[in-house]
């Protein structure tokens, strides 16, 4: 069901010192630093070529990552995101097989303007998956998607 890994999520204290430490000492394609009020978080893309990297620092009161910081002072690996041809065939697959969607359990706009969902660390081996909707693909799931 999955395809590729499109992003891991590294959530930081200090954004701007995050992303120049992988721009001069890593010497890898940053991004714009975007601020995504709805998510809570302000967000810098790296592209490593096979994928990215996807920095994140909270943003706001409330942010859903800044327990995460609270615990992890320095940063610390957040999530991975794997691509899926269909998130809603995806979606009532996981929750058929017992596994629980964060939230209400439904799609929401991610970072990319994608349908986007988390899955519980506790059903993931302690790990935060985020699964997306795949771009290249004009099919239904996209299409039932704009009409939600
Ligand atoms: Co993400």
Known sequence: MIGRLNH???AVPDLAAAAAKYRDLLGAQVGQQ????EHG???VFINTGNTKVELLEPLGEGSPIAAFLAKNSAGGMHHVCFEVPDILAAAAKLVAGGA???GDGTPKAGAHGLP???LHPKDFDGVLVELEQRLSQPNAAVVRWTRL
Do not use: E, G, Y
Request: proline share 6%.
């Open 8 to 10: 891991i999520a590294i």
């Open 34 to 37: 975007r601020a995504l009020p």
């Open 41 to 43: 978080v302000t967000v």
């Open 100 to 102: 629980r969607i964060l």
């Open 116 to 118: 986007v969902l988390f």
